[in-house]
């Protein structure tokens, strides 16, 4: 059962044969179409249980069974008159999936159930006036009422493996407390637009992104990011809509809304991951669609074999001809993989692993390579200048060489510029202006301030702009750390030393992953020391230094050759072409901009440990997918032959139709269950 069955034309559902809700705008809609199945269910079942109670106590066999006699001139047609009703009434949901089914030309489960019912009761209904023979009006009564319950249960549990949206929705405050001219007023928060300032008091839930301009706070995001520790939150930070505002006071700027906020973003992905199929289910597909056929056809071969090569009677092989098509309904392979794929995307988006493409996250569990960006991944990305070393040719001052160079990082958005920046502004330098700014990826970026050429970055833009080797090599420092020149009208004036820390997560992480028999690799654009300096403390397998970015695909291309399985872990904005080659693209850090392209799996946090608990995350699905299918079609390897039969002559043992209903039943929401078993796992 497809939890989230969206056509873009109103009609039956594909899957279940039900009408289609009208997709609603709101999120709420999710789920909405199971649940008026469910109470249908339930109503049904209970319309006709009191009838079915009946059809027992009227049935000759059962009293014969319990020693009572309850006889009356047209018994037989009062039991006929009650199981029409609740062939009718009962079955109608039955029949409605059914005709769905067949009309997508995919006949499954439902159109077993229906079949198998419709045998029954036409059976019955000869017995009952055309030749002498006993009914199986209550057999078919029962079976009815069993699918009914059956499917009641299931898509209340079901249900339980969706529900994780609308708590999603609903971490979103109802109000806001806006602020205009000075005044403070409570609104609507569907009503607020970008631009608007709210208040924030403590103890409340932020209503909708944006950025803080006064106050501060600490703020508890674990309901978005899945981070426990709170975090502190400033001037300029941004905050995200639904998370929980603890101490202080916060003003905000609202910069999203709607479709754009994270939460909707969020709500959106477990959504396309949900809808994302695994390539598994294929495979579920393929058995559901071969155990029709086996139950039709070892329907027929049973009611054959006892009505004409083994004769027991007509009844008997009828009887027997549903048990098996009952017993052999796939309904729990319907239910194998898409129940264990929602609590798997719920389950990760509470622990601020968003999981984009479910096929991606079935080859985590294979990956053997893990290759990092360095910079903001396994390092922090914040730099700090070290040192300033100037040419001796010439007579520039530090700060000076400072200020040129923060000019021109002014405009980048490199990590390594914004370390510059704030080194300038501890300095109190007055940023200048620059014109005719360009940015040379993986090399620097260059600019004119003051009517003279700067330019920035490593020893390859120097030589590009016609530096000297030996002048180059000239700048030398002692620390280790990344050097960036500077150079004025192309000359080599000076360098700043900038270091980067290396995350406290960064090295139990790979410990974790080498734990796993997975091998890691890092992947910069750093020289050579620096890069070889992170390797050595982290212990990496691999450490590939002074990769231009288009290079860095080939590296990870590099990796597959090798017959790895190569999972990427970068900041999915210029790793784009490496996350979509490697097996597994996972984008790190995303934040609040969680809607990343190129990633298979987006982690909404900063933390290379989140990459452990997703390869981890995929490990447990596959388990429990594996664990699911094995039981979904396994167990017809004893129900099918026991109902057809092959016990009895030796045992008498039989499977009654209604005890195969159970049997098909509760295999069903054993599956169910042990998926929802999923969501008590810690990642
Ligand atoms: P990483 O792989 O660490 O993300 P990049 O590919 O972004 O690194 O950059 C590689 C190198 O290019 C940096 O280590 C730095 O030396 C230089 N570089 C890139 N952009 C800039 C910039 N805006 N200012 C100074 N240096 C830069
Ligand atoms: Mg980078």
Redesign the pocket.
């Known amino acids: 059962m497809d939890p989230d069955v969206v056509s873009e034309k109103p009609g039956d559902c594909p899957k279940c044969g039900m009408k289609l809700v009208q997709m609603a705008s709101s999120h709420e809609d999710h789920g909405e179409h199971h649940a008026s199945m469910e109470i249908e269910f339930r109503n049904r079942f209970f319309i006709t249980l009191p009838f079915v109670i009946l059809a027992i106590i009227l049935s000759p066999n059962i009293q014969k069974w319990l020693h009572f006699n309850l006889d009356f001139f047209g018994r037989e047609l009062v039991l006929f008159a009650i199981g029409t009703f609740i062939f009718f009434i009962g079955g109608i949901p039955f029949f409605k999936a059914a005709r769905g089914e067949i009309s997508h030309k995919n006949p499954g489960m439902m159109t077993l159930v229906a079949f198998a019912i419709t045998v029954g009761y036409t059976f019955s209904v000869a017995a009952t006036f055309l030749f002498p023979g006993e009914s199986l009006y209550w057999e078919i009564a029962t079976l009815i009422s069993v699918f009914l319950l059956g499917h009641w249960l299931e898509m209340r549990a079901v249900r339980g493996t969706t529900g994780a949206l609308s708590e999603l929705a609903k971490l979103i405050p109802i109000q806001a407390h806006l602020l205009k001219n000075g005044k403070i007023s409570d609104v609507k928060t569907s009503e607020v637009q970008i631009g608007d300032r709210l208040l924030v008091k403590p103890g409340e839930k932020v209503p909708i992104d944006g950025i803080v301009i006064e106050g501060e706070s600490s703020v508890n995001e674990s309901m978005v990011t899945g981070e426990s520790r709170p975090v502190g939150k400033r001037k300029e930070d941004k905050v995200i809509g639904g998370t929980l505002n603890q101490d202080g006071s916060l003003t905000i700027e609202i910069s999203k809304t709607g479709s754009d906020t994270a939460i909707s973003q969020i709500m959106k992905l477990i959504r396309e991951a949900q809808g994302s199929k695994p390539n598994v289910q294929h495979l579920a597909d393929q058995a559901a669609g071969i155990l029709f056929y086996i139950a039709v056809f070892a329907g027929m071969g049973s009611f054959i074999f006892w009505l004409f090569l083994f004769p027991h009677g007509a009844i008997f092989a009828a009887t027997i001809a549903v048990a098996v098509v009952v017993v052999a309904c796939p309904h729990a392979l319907g239910l194998a993989i898409p129940t264990v794929t929602t609590i798997t995307s719920t389950l990760g988006a509470k622990n601020g692993i968003l999981i984009k493409d479910m096929k991606g996250l079935e080859i985590a569990r294979k990956v053997n390579y893990v290759v990092f960006?360095?910079?903001g991944t396994l390092t922090k990305g914040e730099f700090g200048v070290s040192e300033i070393i100037i040419n001796s040719k010439f007579r520039i001052q530090n700060l000076e060489l400072l200020r040129l160079a923060a000019g021109i990082?002014s405009h980048?958005q490199?990590s390594?510029?914004q370390g510059i920046i704030k080194e300038a502004e501890d300095k109190k330098l007055k940023i200048p202006d620059v014109e005719n700014f360009k940015?040379f990826?993986?090399?620097?970026?260059t600019g004119a301030i003051d009517n003279n050429r700067v330019t920035?970055?490593?020893s390859r833009m120097m030589r590009d702009e016609g530096i000297k080797e030996d002048a180059i090599k000239k700048l030398k420092t002692t620390r280790v750390g990344?050097i960036?020149y500077v150079a004025v009208d192309k000359e080599l004036t000076g360098a700043l030393v900038l270091s980067d820390l290396i995350r406290d997560e960064s090295k139990e992480a790979i410990e974790k992953l080498h734990g796993m028999g997975i091998k890691v690799a890092m992947?910069?654009?750093?020289v050579k020391d620096v890069a070889d300096d992170v390797g050595r403390k982290l212990n990496l397998d691999t450490v590939f230094s002074q990769v231009l970015?288009d290079d860095k695909v080939n590296k990870v291309r590099e990796l597959q050759r090798d017959g790895n399985i190569v999972a990427m872990v970068g900041d999915g904005v210029?790793d784009a072409p490496s996350l979509t080659q490697a097996h597994v693209g996972i984008a790190i850090g995303a934040g609040t901009d969680v809607a990343v392209e190129s990633a298979d799996i987006v982690l909404m946090k900063n933390n290379p440990m989140d990459v452990v608990k997703a390869i981890s995350l995929s490990r447990k699905t596959n388990d429990k997918m594996v664990q699911n299918l094995v039981w979904a079609t396994g167990y017809n390897v004893f129900a099918i032959p026991t109902a057809a039969g092959i016990l009895y002559p030796s045992f008498g043992v039989l499977l009654r139709p209604e005890w195969a209903a159970i049997l098909m039943s509760a295999s069903s929401i054993i599956v169910v269950f042990n998926a929802l078993l999923l969501r008590r796992t810690t990642l």
């Open positions: 960006d360095k910079t990082e980048s490199h390594i510029a940015s990826p993986g090399r620097g970026a920035v970055g490593n990344t960036v992947l910069t654009g750093d970015p210029n």
